[in-house]
């Protein structure tokens, strides 16, 4: 950080400080979506306090009193991606027969979310990190343990398929949720890179043709 940057953190804490009690002039649900499509589309590191308010057109001090620092505003974003963006893997497997289905729907589902109209490719819980420093290593960190949560849904799924007899007992369910974990992934990179989705969706015919693999 160069020393002007830290020049003006500091006279832009100073005047959070002095600013505080004052109410707020704007609703903060819609400063977490713009803001969350900022970090979506440029990452945490690449993106400042300097860029955020002359995006959401607010003062340094206005966003440090309602959501504290950078990084504070990052998390709280990405509880808004997760809440609103994010694909509702919980649903999505509480409705699904089978797990090859609720495979099938999550993979699709997956795409729908990683190519939007006027919205960020790919998946923020994998681009939002991607080029961090490791002076940022603790941000990374805890996406790669959402990632992780994700995965481990993916298996608990594929176990309840097991118990439910749609599922081989003898199936590679680690390996399964590898590989699916590895795919959507890698939609996200295919996504980031400007691959449409009619491309993609042929991704995702043949990954599940892979499924008797196992």
Not at 111 to 125: A, D, F, H, N, S
Not at 168 to 181: C, E, I, K, S, W
């Amino acid at each position: 950080m160069s020393d002007s940057e830290v020049q003006f953190l500091v006279s832009e804490k100073q005047a959070s400080k002095r600013g505080r009690g004052r109410p707020k002039c704007f609703d903060e649900q819609d400063v977490l979506q713009k803001a969350m499509l900022i970090f979506w589309e440029y990452g945490y590191e690449a993106t400042s306090m300097s860029d955020l308010t002359k995006a959401l057109n607010l003062t340094a001090p206005s966003l440090y009193s309602c959501f504290g620092d950078k990084s504070q505003l990052f998390y709280a974003c990405l509880e808004y991606y997760l809440k609103y963006e994010a694909c509702p893997i919980e649903l999505i497997f509480q409705q699904a027969k089978t797990a090859k289905i609720a495979v099938e729907l999550y993979l699709y589902e997956n795409l729908k979310k990683l190519v939007q109209q006027g919205k960020p490719t790919g998946c923020m819980l994998v681009t939002a990190t991607m080029n961090c420093s490791e002076e940022h290593y603790s941000i990374q960190q805890d996406l790669l343990f959402k990632r992780n949560v994700v995965k481990s849904k993916i298996l608990t799924r594929l176990e309840q398929g097991v118990q439910d007899g749609d599922l081989v007992a003898t199936a590679n369910l680690q390996g399964m949720t590898d590989y699916y974990a590895t795919v959507i992934q890698g939609l996200t990179m295919q996504a980031r890179d400007g691959v449409e989705r009619e491309q993609l969706e042929q991704v995702v015919t043949l990954a599940l043709k892979t499924w008797q693999l196992f």
